[in-house]
Every structure is written in C-alpha cells, then in structure tokens.
C-alpha cells in the first residue's frame, strides 16, 4: 500500500491550496484518514481526520479555514485550505488506516510522503 501526497506549493496568505492524498495497492478498505503538518523544529501536528463514514475533527487553528473530505471510489482523501496563513506552513503528511486484501482482519497504519505547503508574500 502506498499513499501519496501531492498539491503542496507556494501560495500568497489568504490563498488557496487542495492536498490530495491518493492510496493505491492491494486495499480492500480504508479506515480513518489524518492529515498532519509539521513545520521546521516544531513536532508533527494532527490537522483533520475523516473517519470512513465521513465524520471530520479540525484542530482549533484551522477552523472554518480548511475542509476535509473523501472520495471512498477513488481511494483519496483531499484538504481545502483556504485563507491560508504564514502559520500553516509546513511539510503535509497524510496517514491512514487500511485494511488490505491478503489481511482483511488486520487495520495497519500508513504514512505518505509529504507535500509542501509554503504560505508567503
């Protein structure tokens, strides 16, 4: 199973950016999806999850700023940030739990690569 990351860049502040978290492999489902962040000499940060069902937590930083959201046929997980600030610059990492096809009884976790997201005029 492989998770890949992409949509990163450099944006202006009150910008906009889509990540896409996309999972391919042997998967027979997916479970809950996290996105987290984690900027220079500071520790890795939960953002959003979406569990399979759809329900999204947010941590209190980006409320109402960035929107979490999943397409099960596609196997990707995306995260809309808009009004993006110098803060939320960061290395976005997805992660997620699968069950895949030779162990469906077994959850495991997975991490992508990461995807940089620069916010700077």
């Known amino acids: 199973v492989q998770l890949q990351a992409s949509g990163g860049g450099l944006v202006q502040p009150g910008g906009s950016l889509r990540l896409s978290c996309a999972a391919s492999?042997?998967?027979?489902?997916?479970?809950?999806v996290n996105w987290y962040r984690q900027a220079p000499e500071k520790q890795r940060e939960l953002v959003a999850t979406?569990?399979?069902?759809?329900?999204?937590t947010y941590t209190d930083s980006v409320k109402g700023r960035f929107t979490i959201s999943r397409d099960n046929a596609k196997n990707t997980v995306y995260l809309q940030m808009d009004r993006l600030k110098p803060e939320d610059t960061a290395v976005y990492y997805c992660?997620?739990?699968?069950?895949?096809?030779?162990?469906?009884?077994?959850?495991?976790?997975?991490w992508g690569q990461g995807t940089q997201v620069t916010v700077s005029s």
């Open positions: 992660n997620a739990d699968v069950r895949t096809t030779t162990q469906i009884r077994l959850l495991s976790n997975y």
């Open positions: 979406i569990t399979r069902s759809g329900t999204t």
């Open positions: 492999g042997n998967i027979f489902s997916i479970g809950a």
